[in-house]
């Protein structure tokens, strides 16, 4: 197959081409704006006859037009991510995750072209600490934020593509990825990276906040699947049962990489902070018989921790001005 894959310069885009490249035949264009969140570097050392990069916007309606023509299925990561910029500037948000999803949906109605949509587990809102229940797929739309506002609108937009006009289109909601090649303004990178530079970790508020943590690697290996195997028109949770609160990840960080376990600050916490994040993947599981491969957080972690040790290259571009913006917010 030849995929189009939209924000494939960005951290799980970048994670799911070199899976692709090892994983399967598929020849792989990668349509990426290198917006502050795109590293060409992220893709260095891959075969040039298996993966071609074009610079531009997923809404330049021209561009796309040519590139999803030539495509056989369309695997669309590019967007906005971070939910502190969507608080501080959400304009861009709008033009990536409403108006590139409207653009790319156009060109796929137009040319019959299959599409698999990325989206997240914040469009569901937040769960409370002692909730049982986990996210679904009949769990009901409430966002918190511009960021998960306009994942909301843009999962909302492929839904009515596939009713009004057909578009072969899927969609999956992922919990909370970690791994190689994710930008330092991320919660696990900034902790790693600020330890490697001798500043204490930031936690926002108390850190009792739960997030659902996945390794990218498996992200990739479940959209393949669905990508494969998922029912056209279907929405598929994407999890692999990683609950943890923050102040527990920041501690753990510390502790695998030999500083004491209470040398960090608490700092201003984030507006509107979703509370807790908790997938449940069964239809994902049963249905298309996926699994993760990664189920041990610590060793993921810590996987993680070497490989930012090693390629302090890729991410020491990205660090200062990071933390200046951090700064200025008290955080
Ligand atoms: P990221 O910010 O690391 O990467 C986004 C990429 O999209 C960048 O390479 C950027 O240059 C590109 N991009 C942005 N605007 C563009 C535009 N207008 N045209 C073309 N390219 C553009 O994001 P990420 O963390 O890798 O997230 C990728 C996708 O996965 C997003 O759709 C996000 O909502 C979803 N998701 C992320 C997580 C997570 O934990 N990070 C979890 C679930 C779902
Ligand atoms: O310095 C920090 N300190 C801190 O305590 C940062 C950057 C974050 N946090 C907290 C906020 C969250 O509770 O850590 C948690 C994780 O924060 P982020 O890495 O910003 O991720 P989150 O807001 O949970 O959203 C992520 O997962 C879902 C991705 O950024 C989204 O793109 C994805 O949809």
């Given at each position: 197959m030849r995929l189009l894959v939209t924000g494939g310069a960005g951290f799980i885009g970048s994670n799911f081409v070199h899976h692709?490249?090892?994983?399967?035949?598929?020849?792989?264009?990668?349509?990426?704006?290198?917006t502050y969140a795109g590293n060409r570097a992220s893709l260095a050392g891959l075969p040039e006859d298996r993966v071609a990069f074009v610079h531009g916007d997923i809404a330049d309606a021209d561009l796309v037009d040519d590139l999803v023509a030539a495509a056989d299925a369309v695997v669309?990561?590019?967007?906005?991510?971070?939910?502190d910029n969507s608080l501080h500037d959400?304009?861009?948000?709008?033009?990536?995750?409403?108006?590139?999803?409207?653009?790319?949906?156009?060109?796929?109605?137009k040319h019959g072209t299959r599409f698999h949509h990325i989206s997240t587990d914040e469009?569901?809102?937040?769960?409370?600490?002692?909730?049982?229940?986990?996210?679904?797929?009949?769990?009901?739309?409430?966002?918190?934020?511009?960021?998960?506002?306009?994942?909301?609108?843009?999962?909302?937009?492929?839904?009515?593509?596939?009713?009004?006009?057909?578009?072969?289109?899927?969609?999956?909601?992922?919990?909370?990825?970690?791994?190689?090649?994710?930008?330092?303004?991320?919660?696990?990178?900034?902790?790693?990276t600020n330890v490697l530079r001798g500043i204490r970790p930031k936690l926002y508020g108390?850190?009792?906040?739960?997030?659902?943590?996945?390794?990218?690697?498996?992200?990739?290996?479940?959209?393949?699947?669905?990508?494969?195997?998922?029912?056209?028109?279907?929405?598929?949770?994407?999890?692999?049962?990683?609950e943890k609160d923050n102040k527990t990840v920041v501690e753990l960080i510390l502790h695998l990489m030999g500083r004491p376990t209470d040398d960090?600050?608490?700092?201003?916490?984030?507006?509107?902070?979703?509370?807790?994040?908790?997938i449940d993947s069964t239809k994902l599981r049963d249905e298309l018989g996926w699994q993760p491969r990664f189920r041990d957080f610590e060793a993921g972690l810590a996987a993680t921790i070497e490989w930012y040790r090693d390629h302090e290259e890729w991410w020491a571009p990205a660090k200062d001005s990071t933390e200046a913006f951090y700064a200025r917010l008290g955080q």
């Open positions: 692709v490249v090892e994983h399967t035949d598929h020849r792989v264009t990668v349509l990426d704006r290198l669309h990561y590019a967007a906005e991510s971070h939910n959400p304009n861009p948000f709008l033009h990536t995750n409403l108006i590139g999803t409207f653009t790319l949906l156009e060109a796929a109605r469009v569901y809102g937040d769960l409370e600490l002692d909730d049982p229940a986990r996210f679904t797929e009949e769990t009901p739309y409430n966002p918190s934020s511009p960021y998960s506002s306009t994942k909301a609108g843009s999962d909302l937009l492929v839904r009515a593509w596939v009713r009004s006009f057909g578009v072969s289109a899927t969609i999956s909601n992922c919990s909370n990825n970690y791994g190689p090649y994710q930008h330092v303004e991320k919660f696990i990178p900034r902790q790693i108390e850190g009792r906040n739960v997030r659902d943590w996945i390794h990218a690697d498996d992200h990739s290996s479940a959209v393949l699947t669905i990508l494969d195997e998922g029912r056209i028109g279907e929405t598929y949770l994407i999890g692999a049962d990683g960090y600050d608490h700092v201003t916490d984030r507006a509107g902070h979703d509370l807790r994040y908790a």
